[in-house]
């Protein structure tokens, strides 16, 4: 009987499995060996690919708005407004990069582990890889906002998907795939300002990202060492969340032969364990809530109109600056631990307050750009924070058992909070482009 073991103490002890059936030996459980730091790379590139469309698409959004009008010489929503303003508001492309994600992530834990790993990660590459080429070639905002749909799709399956498979090797890699996700928002955010910044169009951009695709299948198919447990190609009968002890330690003695039998776990049992998540969920909701309020809603309308940068390229630069804080804080678990996400919801809703009665007032402008630069890196070091410690605590707090289903659970809060800036974004957009 093959049996394999995961670590859950929060030591550096690697992943093992033993086949009884041949006597082999298990591989070398020091986090030094090859395959830790494999599996360990594999993660944070797998986060890195998963999230650099999403991230993409949202600094691309106010050139994405510009292309209708771009091609039809429209004007701004009002000559007369106080505010340089697109007849859009960019929480537009944001709620086209997050809905899909939404109901992924609402629907997904309750049927996504009836469908082998292979599959689920081949169609994120499909889809990141069309995001790319539908918003390269499109000549409308709608086509535009299609392929920002897909973008959504691949990183909304991909997260849970690959949050979901953590819990098949030592639960460090959590924290690499959280580093790797903050690495596509740099990376994305600087890639997409350096190129537009050295001459190529938006669109001629856009198409030089399709590595990233072709860099998520050689990290997963290619750089990975999955456990002979995990279900990759084939439909195994049977096989669910919980009924499969494979995916889980066995809490006897090795030496007893004896293994513990799983039950179905019920509808109750599956809400016990999401009320078990509200005390970080709920406000790592309010976290992102508050924040893509403030990237979708404010960053637009916080312009300075007097320096030699133009209103889109202080937009990438916001993009840019937020996404290096997410990339630091996402990165900075293995040094200090967060328990109470509510403080970081605190600030980054004061942060949200300032900066919205700033642009209604119209004072931020009195301020100097690195003065806002420097807020919106603490916007994103405290998003980042709250997103890698909520996943942090869940791995070591969750039972073993759980895991997989409570990892897939918890990712939903980030998007709905996302989702429901973007919907009040929108609106705020209007009102405030709508003053003379």
């Not at 924290?175 to 903050?182: A, H």
């Not at 937009?315 to 678990?333: D, E, P």
Request: some cysteine.
């Amino acid at each position: 009987m093959e049996r394999r073991r995961i670590n859950t103490s929060g030591d550096n002890n690697s992943d093992w499995e033993e086949d009884e059936r041949n006597g082999a030996a298990p591989p070398d459980p020091r986090p030094e060996s090859r395959s830790h730091w494999r599996n360990r790379s594999a993660f944070w590139l797998l986060g890195l690919c998963n999230n650099f469309a999403y991230v993409v698409m949202l600094s691309a959004a106010h050139d994405i708005l510009k292309t209708e009008t771009n091609q039809t010489a429209a004007v701004n929503v009002t000559n007369s407004s106080r505010y340089d303003c697109n007849k859009i508001s960019t929480a537009a492309v944001l709620l086209a990069d997050i809905l899909p994600t939404l109901v992924i992530k609402f629907s997904a834990p309750f049927y996504i582990h009836r469908i082998p790993y292979n599959y689920r990660v081949t169609l994120c590459i499909i889809t990141a890889s069309s995001s790319f080429l539908i918003v390269s070639f499109s000549t409308s905002v709608a086509v535009s906002l299609l392929g920002v749909v897909f973008a959504s799709i691949s990183s909304g399956l991909g997260e849970i998907t690959f949050l979901s498979l953590t819990a098949f090797f030592y639960s460090d890699v959590v924290s690499w795939w959280s580093s790797g996700t903050g690495g596509a928002g740099i990376l994305g955010a600087l890639s997409y300002l350096g190129l537009t910044e050295a001459g190529l169009s938006p669109r001629n951009s856009l198409l030089v990202m399709l590595i990233i695709p072709a860099l998520l299948l050689i990290s997963y198919f290619f750089l990975l060492l999955p456990p002979s447990s995990l279900p990759r190609w084939k439909f195994p009968a049977g096989y669910s969340l919980v009924d499969t002890s494979d995916q889980r330690p066995l809490l006897e003695d090795p030496s007893s032969g004896k293994s513990e039998t799983c039950s179905r776990r019920t509808m109750a049992d599956q809400w016990k364990i999401v009320k078990s998540l509200l005390k970080y969920m709920l406000p790592l909701s309010t976290v992102y809530f508050a924040e893509y309020f403030i990237n979708q809603g404010l960053y637009e309308l916080i312009y300075f109109p007097n320096i030699k940068m133009s209103h889109s390229t202080q937009y990438r630069w916001y993009q840019m600056l937020y996404q290096a804080g997410v990339f630091v804080s996402r990165s900075s678990v293995r040094c200090f631990r967060i328990r109470h996400i509510w403080v970081l919801a605190f600030l980054q809703c004061g942060i949200a307050t300032f900066l919205l009665v700033g642009v209604a007032e119209l004072y931020l402008t009195s301020l100097t750009l690195p003065g806002i630069f420097l807020i919106i890196v603490f916007e994103g070091l405290l998003g980042g924070a709250a997103y890698v410690n909520t996943f942090n605590n869940i791995a070591i707090e969750s039972k073993p058992e759980d895991q997989e289903f409570a990892m897939s659970v918890a990712c939903v809060s980030d998007t709905l909070g996302i989702s429901l800036s973007g919907a009040i974004a929108i609106p705020v957009h209007n009102y405030f482009c709508g003053l003379s």
